[in-house]
């Protein structure tokens, strides 16, 4: 692999096996035993019910796209030769929002409600990243 000069993720505690499943090219979200709500970013008490008993579920990785910007400035180094790029706020199907990139499509089609997939970049063995793409018609 060619040497990676993007920003690396750090994870913290409470998000330990959201990255792991991500290496594992699963999408796991934390998913309330008490309440049943789904939430993202991980932490450690549902942010519905405040209770700390929870699992770590396998999400389905489709949702839609809520809302999104495209990028045309190079704000670090390692995006030099990607711009333009979209990064969008995806709701997946349990409903929480996660922000990554939208990627498979020129980004001037990327619309709103538009329906995602999640696939996975893994940059060597350092992580692995959820990035989403258009589910085809």
Known sequence: ???Y???IPVPSIESKPYWEGLRQHRLLIPRCNACAGFWFPPSARC???SSSDFSWTAASGRGRVFSFVIYH???HPGFAGEVPYTVGLVELEEGPRMISNIVGIPPEQVVCDMPV???FEDIGDIATLPKFTPVPA
């Open 5 to 7: 000069n993007k920003p």
């Open 117 to 119: 997939r999640v696939v």
């Open 47 to 49: 942010p519905n019910c």
């Open 73 to 75: 400035r190079v704000y």
């Open 1 to 3: 692999m060619a040497e």
